[in-house]
């Protein structure tokens, strides 16, 4: 059974960091990602990360701020969080697209990702 479990949520001061981790039942993943949920608002984009590591792609709210890797020796993909703002107050959910394809292969786009975490809280108090 595929598994994606989220850890490293947590209520934190505008300004501070955060690091979000994802563990991932398959090691051959290919794109994966981090999306976000805030109360009242759509599930939204945030980070994504190539099977390679080489290509990333984030969102413009957050880029410059937040960082997103992965160890595929360990099945899990991260997400460093810095500069937190209270905006930044939302559900994040990893998610992984599938084995097959590129290993450089990087997607935004929220319905290509087939497999989904149960979410952490994040909440960032101004």
């Known amino acids: 059974q595929v598994r994606l479990v989220e850890s490293g949520g947590g209520l934190v001061q505008a300004g501070d960091s955060l690091r979000l981790s994802c563990a991932a039942s398959e090691r051959t993943f290919k794109s994966m990602g981090w999306f976000r949920q805030a109360p009242g608002k759509e599930r939204e984009f945030v980070a994504a990360?190539?099977?390679?590591?080489?290509?990333?792609d984030y969102a413009d709210s957050v880029k410059g701020r937040f960082t997103i890797s992965r160890d595929n020796s360990k099945s899990s993909v991260y997400l460093q969080m810095n500069s937190l703002k209270p905006e930044d107050t939302a559900v994040y959910y990893c998610?992984?697209?599938?084995?097959?394809?590129?290993?450089?292969?990087?997607?935004?786009?929220?319905?290509?990702?087939?497999?989904w975490g149960q979410g952490t809280q994040v909440t960032v108090s101004s």
């Open positions: 998610a992984a697209t599938g084995s097959v394809g590129s290993v450089w292969y990087v997607t935004t786009r929220r319905y290509e990702y087939n497999y």
């Open positions: 990360i190539s099977w390679s590591g080489d290509n990333t």
